[in-house]
């Protein structure tokens, strides 16, 4: 990346999408993120800012800033807000553990920026504890957009962050695995964090981030139809995913039968206890019906949760 906005200090890390940058923005005159935005053959750039420019919509305290659009050459970046602190995957490997009322609030929160995106129509789809930072003051914030789908734009991707993805996003990437171990080279387990991409000719195949292999798939597979799933929803369940994790200080199971009944929460109330379980049911239909909802049942609950 040679732009004159930028004096790049270090990578912040890379994936199947690119590298990512922390970097001091010479006009602002304050630290960003610049990210390598994941792009296949039929994406135009006009696709990608367009995207970028929905993205700049999002106004909460809880996410970061989307600033700015970069392409050079065949690569496109995003340009957004530094926040400063630490990932909830690292504080989770720490076995850090949580009072009720302070699990309630980062809910709270979370539920606020996750209304916040969905009134924009755009849903992030791959929540999960190393896309949450925790700030120094306390609060939280919801990063990298990567994979989410923002309304107009033609490509669709379906993450799969194990334990996190909701059932209905899991079977959709497990379908195109099957169809893609009989087709492809690809040999071994696919990452437990994944993001397939189907294009609007269905040709090429990513997987990103970690363990990346660029495969090219037989055109004839039928892509299953990311359209069918409420993605909304699939948001509402990853949530309820990652809180999940944060109270119990287990990784949430992948869910694979039909009774996903969750009864160990350790000392948090009840109530809290309940929201998580309706957010992760296995039917979309039976979880909360927007943000707006879990907000309404979050804050029902946090009045009955008793300060630690």
Request: hydrophobic letters at 40%; aromatic letters at 8%; one cysteine or more.
């Amino acid at each position: 990346m040679s732009s004159g906005l930028f004096r790049v200090e270090h990578i912040l890390g890379s994936g199947g999408s690119g590298a990512v940058y922390k970097a001091w923005h010479q006009r602002l005159k304050k630290h960003v993120v610049v990210k390598e935005v994941r792009h296949s053959l039929s994406d135009s750039i006009g696709a990608r800012r367009n995207e970028v420019e929905a993205l700049k919509n999002m106004k909460n305290a809880y996410l970061p800033q989307v600033l700015d659009f970069l392409a050079e050459g065949d690569r496109v970046y995003t340009v957004m807000e530094y926040i400063e602190g630490e990932s909830f995957d690292k504080i989770l490997r720490q076995r850090r553990r949580f009072a009720s009322s302070q699990a309630a609030k980062w809910y709270m929160q979370l539920a606020s920026a996750l209304e916040a995106i969905h009134e924009q129509d755009v849903c992030h789809r791959d929540i999960k504890p190393s896309n949450i930072m925790l700030s120094p003051r306390g609060d939280i914030c919801l990063i990298d957009f990567s994979a989410a789908l923002v309304r107009g734009n033609n490509t669709q991707f379906i993450s799969h962050s194990r334990g996190y993805a909701s059932p209905e996003q899991y079977d959709a990437f497990r379908r195109v695995e099957r169809a893609m171990r009989g087709r492809t080279a690809i040999t071994g387990d696919m990452p437990e964090s994944a993001v397939t991409e189907f294009a609007g000719i269905p040709d090429i195949t990513e997987f990103a981030p970690d363990d990346v292999t660029r495969a090219r798939v037989d055109p004839g597979i039928p892509a299953p139809a990311p359209s069918r799933i409420d993605w909304k929803r699939s948001d509402i369940y990853s949530l309820g995913a990652t809180m999940y994790h944060i109270m119990t200080g287990k990784r949430p199971p992948t869910w694979v039968a039909e009774d996903n009944s969750i009864n160990v929460f350790g000392g948090f109330g009840g109530h809290l206890a309940h929201i998580v379980e309706k957010s992760m049911r296995r039917d979309p239909s039976e979880r909360f019906g927007s943000a707006s909802e879990l907000i309404s049942g979050l804050a029902a609950a946090r009045a009955t949760t008793p300060a630690d």
